[in-house]
């Protein structure tokens, strides 16, 4: 059974940080691209970021690059979104996405940032 369990949202303040997590099973988990969207309300999915199943190339939104960075540690079945320099317009939930013959949905992380 393939399970991507998001953690890591939560609250806080404009030019905040966050590290979200997405710690897969079920899948051998190096043959996939990993990749981040969100989605706000009213709104459709957007692709955030991406990156190569060993992890050597990454690319990202043009409203995210510079303060984001996604990574990954195959060791540990795992692929994280760095957030830094938080907008108010970066208020969403967050998905993760494997993708490799098929992809792989998790059930999304809120990442809220207000004062």
């Known amino acids: 059974q393939v399970q991507l369990v998001e953690s890591g949202g939560g609250l806080v303040q404009p030019g905040g940080s966050l590290r979200l997590s997405c710690a897969a099973s079920?899948?051998?988990?190096?043959?996939?691209?990993m990749r981040w969207y969100r989605q706000a309300p009213g709104q459709e999915r957007e692709l955030v970021a991406a990156i190569t199943s060993a992890g050597g190339s990454t690319s990202y939104a043009d409203s995210v690059k510079g303060r984001f960075t996604i990574s990954r540690d195959n060791a540990k079945n795992t692929a994280y979104l760095q957030m830094n320099s938080l907008h108010p317009e970066d208020t969403a939930m967050y998905y993760c996405?494997?993708?490799?013959?098929?992809?792989?949905w998790g059930q999304g992380t809120q990442v809220t940032v207000s004062s």
């Open positions: 079920g899948v051998t988990f190096s043959r996939y691209t």
């Open positions: 996405n494997a993708l490799w013959l098929r992809q792989y």
